[in-house]
């Protein structure tokens, strides 16, 4: 076992802001006191953003991870993980060389972590739409994961560490799963089953343990307004989620609802519950973004690897300011080291 985790960091949508928040990351220096990161990306985009902003950092390119290299905040151990030539990728907008290169940095990465090579991955955003142009039929990091690993029973969860978020009466921190999660609004009602609601209920209620180290409190999220009024505003609570909360309950596992969402994540704030299953992307996205902005971390369930993300976009609109926030980065990388730490729980 490794003194600390070896961390394999992606370098997503090189035109976007990743390059830009890796560099302002590395050299935080306590980084290094409980991680030994290794970025896969592009060793020539690196070294250009490095010169233009004077950061200091030697990028150091590596072949491979057989012996893992060293690095501080002065060395940034790079993997080359891409044969794109990005030479002719303009920072700013979707393109396909860069959504085929973010994607050949993923793969990478999750290979050497089935291999037991690396410990976790940490992503930087990538663009749906440079992977659609590259002619990948994803939505995103977390199918792409989902599909490269196997697994069938996965979800996505926004979490909100405990010593940044807003809370009023818990030090636990906040996560929120999605059901459905990169669909039309429209095509949602089909996945919203029994047995999709429960298996996200598990998964929530599986990564809790392992972030806050006790047996967590959900909170599930009804689809209707009110929770549909006893069934006037329809019946997608008792026919769909309500079996689900009952079975889950059976399992030992301390769940409730469906909550009206407006009222429920007020409740959670107030330190009521340590996990919420929303039922669709914006019903939890928009709802913990507001109660904590964008310092949040992305983690992908039901892997048998562990993968944390920062929880923005490429932000093209920001990409040649230099003003992008490194907070959600270096939250990812903690999380990911807890969870290493916490694998067994």
């Known amino acids: 076992m490794h003194a600390l985790p070896r961390l394999l960091i992606t370098l997503g949508d090189v035109a976007g802001i990743g390059p830009e928040v890796l560099l302002k990351s590395w050299t935080k220096s306590e980084l290094f006191a409980y991680s030994q990161p290794v970025v896969v990306g592009d060793v020539e985009w690196l070294e250009r953003l490095n010169e233009k902003y004077s950061i200091g950092i030697r990028i150091n390119?590596?072949?491979d991870l057989t012996s893992w290299p060293a690095s501080n905040r002065n060395i940034m151990p790079c993997l080359q993980g891409?044969?794109?030539n990005l030479c002719e990728v303009?920072?700013?907008k979707a393109q396909a060389g860069a959504g085929q290169a973010a994607f050949d940095f993923l793969q990478l990465a999750i290979q050497q972590t089935q291999q037991k090579i690396a410990d976790a991955i940490v992503t930087l955003p990538l663009h749906k739409e440079g992977l659609y142009l590259a002619g990948l039929d994803y939505p995103g990091h977390t199918e792409i994961l989902a599909d490269a690993c196997?697994?069938?029973?996965?979800a996505m969860m926004l979490y909100a560490p405990a010593s940044k978020h807003?809370?009023?009466?818990?030090?636990?921190g906040l996560g929120v799963a999605h059901v459905t999660l990169h669909q039309s609004l429209r095509s949602i009602f089909d996945y919203i089953t029994p047995a999709n609601v429960l298996e996200k209920i598990v998964l929530t209620a599986n990564i809790m343990k392992k972030l806050i180290g006790s047996q967590p409190r959900i909170g599930v999220c009804a689809l209707n307004p009110h929770a549909s009024d006893g069934g006037i505003f329809g019946n997608e609570e008792e026919k769909n989620i309500a079996p689900a909360v009952l079975k889950a309950q059976r399992?030992?596992?301390?769940?409730?609802g469906p909550w009206p969402s407006d009222t429920l994540f007020k409740r959670a704030q107030r330190g009521e519950f340590d996990g919420i299953v929303a039922m669709y992307h914006d019903q939890g996205h928009i709802a913990l973004k507001l109660i904590s902005g964008f310092h949040l971390v992305n983690i992908t369930l039901g892997l048998p690897i562990i993968r944390t993300s920062v929880a923005h976009g490429?932000?093209?609109d920001i990409v040649n300011d230099w003003i992008a926030d490194p907070y959600s980065l270096q939250a990812a990388?903690?999380?990911a080291c807890l969870l290493h730490q916490n694998r067994d729980v």
């Open 61 to 63: 390119p590596i072949t």
């Open 82 to 84: 891409t044969q794109v």
């Open 90 to 92: 303009t920072p700013g």
């Open 150 to 154: 196997h697994v069938k029973e996965y």
């Open 166 to 172: 807003d809370l009023e009466n818990t030090h636990l």
């Open 251 to 256: 399992q030992g596992i301390t769940v409730s």
């Open 314 to 316: 490429t932000a093209y």
């Open 333 to 335: 990388i903690e999380v």
